[in-house]
């Protein structure tokens, strides 16, 4: 069941129409997706509850749905014509405001499409990211995408605070949990930042200077989101941290 569902979720990412940017003559946003499964039993859920982590509002895919056995965690690499655009220095291209807003259109879109997958199965899905309790407070929300992706084998993460997975750093992630008890997917990496060089890269581009040695200033990153929302509602996207460096599409620790 899961390698058929994982060629639907191509099929469906490949051909569908919400991944073509109409008004950038039919540009194509995403590539082939990363899929991953988490056991939703695994002890890193817990772990995602303490306060230097996410925080005890962080719940666990039990806590979302009841008899949760997996959650299915995907990446959805931006294009090169995306990331390319955005390679420069300054503000945003136009090209990648576009895919982050109508991009997550379709995030939503494959969310709500592996859903109707495992619910035509006579299972049950939930996705956190649609569900009324879903919520984000002082920018640190009850069910983090790159979190569940960590878990799921999926990557790592990086002084900016992306996760880099083995197609780079650039691109969105998306999760359902399910009671189907799915294989789950090895992790390969030991610890938290293992794939990220710190070659600092990513502070250079940054253009509000939001990230040092010490990881990432989210009031500094948020406060210029905000300033792009201003200039182009209703897309505001940055990226630069995640394009023109070594991480934006591959492990930079492979050869």
């Not at 394009?243 to 934006?248: I, L, S, V, Y």
Request: hydrophobic share 35%; glycine share 6%.
């Amino acid at each position: 069941m899961l390698n058929l569902l994982k060629e639907k979720i191509a099929d469906f990412t490949e051909n569908s129409q919400e991944n073509f940017l109409d008004d950038l003559d039919m540009m194509q946003i995403y590539d082939k997706p990363l899929i991953s499964i988490a056991a939703a039993s695994d002890l890193l859920w817990e772990k995602l509850k303490e306060p230097q982590v996410m925080g005890p509002q962080h719940l666990s895919p039990e806590e979302w749905l009841a008899g949760a056995k997996s959650v299915i965690s995907y990446f959805l690499p931006f294009t090169e014509d995306i990331r390319t655009s955005n390679r420069s220095k300054g503000l945003p291209s136009k090209e990648w405001l576009f895919g982050r807003y109508e991009g997550e259109m379709f995030n939503t879109s494959l969310r709500s499409f592996i859903i109707g997958e495992i619910e035509s199965s006579g299972a049950r899905a939930l996705a956190p990211f649609f569900d009324k309790r879903f919520e984000i407070a002082n920018h640190v929300s009850n069910w983090s995408e790159r979190h569940a992706a960590f878990i799921a084998g999926l990557g790592t993460f990086s002084l900016n605070d992306s996760l880099i997975t083995t197609s780079g750093a650039a691109g969105r992630f998306g999760s359902v949990i399910v009671d189907v008890d799915f294989e789950t997917t090895p992790r390969i990496y030991n610890e938290i930042d293992e794939y990220c060089t710190k070659c600092g890269e990513c502070m250079d581009r940054c253009p509000p200077r939001a990230i040092t040695e010490n990881g990432k200033d989210n009031n500094a990153c948020s406060k210029f989101l905000d300033k792009m929302l201003e200039l182009n509602k209703p897309r505001y996207a940055c990226g630069k941290c995640q394009t023109g460096a070594p991480c934006e599409h591959k492990n930079p620790k492979t050869i």
